[in-house]
């Protein structure tokens, strides 16, 4: 690459101003279909922090535009020399674009995605350097468009992996130091806090290019948005306090509140988006991590003998009436699913792309509104082009990035780098105590007690066939519970249920994510005939998708056949059951404790007397069983509270196994509790795949000790 002059540079920065991306179309031999996401967790996020309304903003994309201006003028009259362009920069002059088109074929929306990244990858680099560094000495992008979760290709029809990150500062990053180096005091450490705290920056919802998807496009945000219904009235939540502030002025150099000059004052006084609140936020509303614990507490159980204690769950209820998702049009779906990513992510702008079409939209947090704008024709975009637009794009986003977070209190907006606390080894606990015959007694007194409360809690609750389920942990809080059906009991249309005849469970946490699902912990509350009431903490498996489900059946048929055989250091499948108004499916089944992963962080462990025996004895009753489990890794092992150890997470077991089979996985059991197994980062194994991170059901895609070896008995 030839030396540019500043004027030179000046004039190919221009050029990529007016630059549009070429033109996309679908390989003809392919046919990506969107499957519509679920609304289903939607439906549950607390009542502030849900969608009210859609406006479109004709105006958004000429602003987008104002932002770039603003800049240049700024590098005008600072009479800023722009970093000289060397080789190994990526500075998109209109030579390196020619060489860099993507002509791959596009098949679905991932290749939609790759194609797009050309783009992102020149208006990153050009945005970050002339907002950020531009007295830096080379041209280098502190923001980034890539990859920030694995799932690529389980859906044609859409792709939602990628988004717009801010990269992380690394001290000594030879590459990228320079350009951090060049950015002011305050500036910089802001850029850091959101580094550490908060680096997605944007979402992209990316489809394949198809007349539906296009269609889609053309009318997203033109019919409001329907408020939501309380389905069952009851004790109405508390709302959760996770409001993150909204920038106060908009990038294009308009204060955020004169868009909203109508507004109620219900909404101007609240914590409803500090950019239009009286006063700023005393401490950071950021969701806490806390919020979604990793491992919540063991089985526990009680009895009381009074329905008063039951609060909530003392009335009959009626079945409401089905409305389905099929109904909701698809356009609402995808507004609702994506504001969900949003409030997840905490991000601020949600971009819309197929390729040919696009939108571009803002969140605003205290008026719960969604801005979108105008629809944009990708290959044919003037005034501005392409280009220019989203050059404007990262620039409001990087703008919209720093404002909220200079509202945070700095103490709370910095990631605080703790000592890390030693675990405690609840194993190694467990083996220190003395093993006297008192002791041993008590112990197996104990056992007949727990065992006895967990068949009187599982046969009562394996009575109900409706399930009442309801959300309260980080941004999730119920105002209208799902209500869910046992599966495979037949339809008699009954429609209202005793108190004694539906569970009430409300999940408090989120455990995994896996190849079944989403993995939650829960508390699940029923009433007897009697009138007792049953507590216990629970896990819940979410399936949304075909081929989830039809894991998650297979792995409660095998809870099943393992009940029916008295096998024990199993959980105990309380019931399966499908959602009166979706497709979700949901398992629910007895918490097991901490698995073994979470209780040795070391790579390497031994497990001792007695567990490492009772362990061989559980697999030894599974295979009898007629049971081999085919995925044992440490996540798949936990211990609860009182040392009680169990095998967990059933959706590849097999049933009939062969000898061979059986004795090979516990030869796999024997060297895992021996100390000699090989976690996946360390050494390439065909044990277990390298995205899986904790236990029930967090791999993706799990192999187990001889799936791709010999599968049948030499």
Known sequence: MHQFSHDQILDEIHKLFDWNPPSLSLDLSTHPKLNAPSCFYYDHLDDKLSLKETILMPALTPNLSATVDRIMKTIKDHKTILPPVSVGDMFPSTEYRKAHIYDEPITDAYSVAEAYETTARHCALVASTLLLSPNSPNWRSLIKWDEIELGAGTNPGLDETHALQLKEHVKDDVINGQAWNSIEGETFSTLRRISQQSPTLALWEIFSITPDNEGLLKILGESPIPSRTTVMEGIPPASHNLHTPDALELPWGVSMSSLYDKVPASINSGVLGVGIAKDHPKRSLRFPKSAIAKNPVSLHTTLTGSKGHFEEHSRAVTLPKRTGQEKVPISEIMLKHAWLRAVRKDSTFLIFHCGTLERIAFRHRGSQTLHISGLIDVARCKYPGYGKLHIGLYMAIIY???????????????????????????????????????????????????????????????????????????????????????????????????????????????????????????????????????????????????????????????????????????????????????????????????????????????????????????????????????????????????????????????????????????????????????????????????????????????????????????
């Open 400 to 714: 919209d990035a720093l404002d909220r977070m200079r509202q945070l209190p700095e103490e709370n907006g910095v990631t605080q780098v703790k000592k890390r606390r030693r675990k405690v080894n609840t194993l190694q606990s467990k083996v220190k105590r003395p093993r006297t015959r008192a002791l041993v007694a008590k112990l197996e007194i104990d056992e007949i007690e727990h065992e006895m409360t967990c068949d009187y809690l599982t046969k009562n609750s394996t009575r109900c066939d409706l399930l009442l389920l309801r959300l309260c942990y980080g941004i999730y809080n119920s105002s209208s519970p799902s209500f869910f059906l046992r599966s495979g009991q037949p339809r008699t249309g009954k429609t209202n249920f005793r108190v004694h005849e539906y569970l009430s469970v409300t999940l408090t946490s989120e455990i995994a994510t896996g190849a079944t699902g989403v993995v939650h912990g829960a508390t699940l509350k029923f009433l007897s005939g009697k009138g007792e009431v049953g507590n216990m903490t629970v896990v819940v498996k979410f399936s949304m998708k075909p081929d989830q489900q039809k894991k998650l059946r297979h792995e409660y048929s095998v809870y099943e056949e393992l009940a029916s055989s008295h096998v024990k250091g199993v959980p105990r499948a309380i019931g399966l059951f499908e959602d009166h108004n979706s497709d979700v499916l949901a398992l629910v089944m007895t918490h097991t404790g901490t698995c073994l992963s979470d209780l040795y962080p070391e790579s390497r462990f031994v497990v001792e007397e007695p567990q490492r025996s009772s362990f061989l004895r559980v697999m030894s009753d599974i295979h009898a069983a007629g049971v081999r489990h085919r995925d044992i890794r440490p996540e798949n092992l936990t211990v609860d509270d009182d040392g009680r150890v169990y095998i967990i997470d059933f959706d590849m077991a097999e049933t009939s196994p062969t000898n061979g089979a059986k004795s090979r996985e516990v030869a796999h059991l024997t060297e895992l509790l021996d100390g000699r197994y090989l976690p996946p980062n360390e050494v390439p194994s065909e044990r277990t795949n390298p995205r899986s991170t904790s236990g029930y059901g967090s791999g993706s895609a799990r192999s187990s000790l001889d799936s791709n070896l010999v599968t049948e008995e030499e």
